[in-house]
């Protein structure tokens, strides 16, 4: 059985909320996503018996659990090889993915009502099981997977609101020990900043100070500054960066 509590907006609720649907045996990883268009989470687990389940909220109480996978890749106690998010586009409101590896290959399910139902099992490929998995929104329409995969590779995929398409590859030496009990990396996701570059005293004889911003290499933004002067090697001070 799990436990949940409840924040009001100042304090967290006094009573406790149980998972009377729950996982049947002790729950070991856990991860847990919002819908951007409601009030619904979606949590997703793994159990003692490498068994891989998902319990739906719907703004004031849990459903009931599903069981997605009996044969989750790894081991219990090391690794969790799988991930939850809802889709952001409003026309896709409700709509939830869970991304999860077998012994076998990388799956995925697809619901269009949180969690309650799922529309079975499908086959990403069969070359990039995941010891860890993550998932992040790019914007409403795009949704990015990073995976440790079982040659220690970093592994990129992305999903356009219907199917994922294998990106590049990362790394191919991430860091790991014999069970895989190590997360060595971290996905995350931005709007794009504001970059300002303020220089001090120009050297003598300088004209130009130029902000080159952008680049695209192997599908990701890349941002860069670089001051270039006229007068040779003459130096400025760059007063400050603002991000």
Not at 97 to 126: A, F, K, M
Not at 192 to 209: F, M, N, R, Y
């Amino acid at each position: 059985m799990g436990y949940s509590w409840t924040w009001d907006g100042s304090s967290w609720e006094g009573s406790v909320k149980s998972w009377t649907n729950g996982a049947p045996y002790n729950i070991y990883w856990m991860r847990l996503a919002a819908d951007p268009n409601s009030d619904d989470l979606l949590l997703a687990f793994v159990d003692y018996y490498e068994d891989i389940y998902t319990l739906p909220w719907n703004g004031s109480a849990w459903g009931t659990h599903t069981l997605i996978e009996s044969s989750a890749l790894g081991g219990n106690d090391y690794n969790a090889p799988f991930s939850v998010i809802f889709e952001k586009n409003e026309s896709h409101s409700g709509h939830a993915l869970i991304v999860y590896s077998d012994t076998t290959g990388l799956r995925y399910q697809h619901s269009t009502d949180g969690g309650t139902n799922w529309g079975g099992e499908n086959t990403i490929n069969t070359d990039d099981e995941g010891y860890w998995i993550q998932t992040v929104h790019q914007d409403e329409d795009v949704i990015h997977m990073a995976l440790h995969d079982t040659n220690n590779d970093l592994e990129t995929f992305v999903w356009d609101n219907s199917s994922w398409t294998k990106k590049t590859t990362r790394e191919t030496d991430l860091q790991y020990d014999t069970y895989h009990t190590f997360e060595s990396f971290s996905l995350t996701s931005f709007s794009g900043p504001t970059i300002e570059v303020t220089l001090g005293d120009h050297a003598s004889g300088q004209i130009d100070d130029q902000f080159n911003a952008m680049s695209s290499q192997n599908d990701a933004d890349l941002f860069r500054f670089q001051l270039q002067h006229t007068a040779g090697d003459a130096n400025a001070n760059v007063d400050q960066i603002v991000f």
